[in-house]
């Protein structure tokens, strides 16, 4: 399999967007997950090309989840970043088979390197 590849972090100002890539090869269960100093990896979008999409509260609304399946690339488009926002985000892929749209980081057994967005004023 390949190796998930991560880019498109940077430091914002508030209400800026920002748009992540993660390169892969053929998952087709992924997700978006982010790690803030001192609190533990939360999920933030969930890519299900079987059953749709979903996100977390906090960033419902302002985040979209996409895939490029020609080129193998997961996106998530972040819109009004909030200081709140500010982690290293994370792609991961390829649950187990039967898991697949679970928001359980530990499950996933893919991993990019990280991405780290920070949003400050």
């Known amino acids: 399999q390949e190796q998930l590849v991560e880019s498109g972090g940077g430091s914002v100002q508030p209400g800026d967007s920002l748009r992540l890539s993660c390169a892969t090869s053929?998952?087709?269960?992924m997700g978006w997950f982010r790690q803030a100093p001192g609190k533990e990896r939360e999920w933030v979008a969930i890519?299900?090309?079987?059953?749709?999409?979903r996100y977390a509260d906090s960033v419902k609304g302002r985040f979209t989840v996409s895939k490029d399946d020609a080129e193998g690339i997961l996106y998530l488009e972040m819109n009004q970043l909030k200081p709140e926002d500010t982690a290293m985000y994370y792609c991961?892929?390829?649950?187990?088979?039967?898991?697949?749209?679970?928001?359980?980081?530990?499950?996933?057994?893919?991993w990019g390197q990280g991405t780290q967005v920070t949003v400050s004023s």
């Open positions: 890519f299900d090309s079987a059953s749709g999409h």
């Open positions: 991961a892929a390829d649950p187990p088979r039967g898991y697949c749209g679970t928001i359980a980081s530990a499950l996933y057994n893919h």
């Open positions: 053929s998952s087709r269960c």
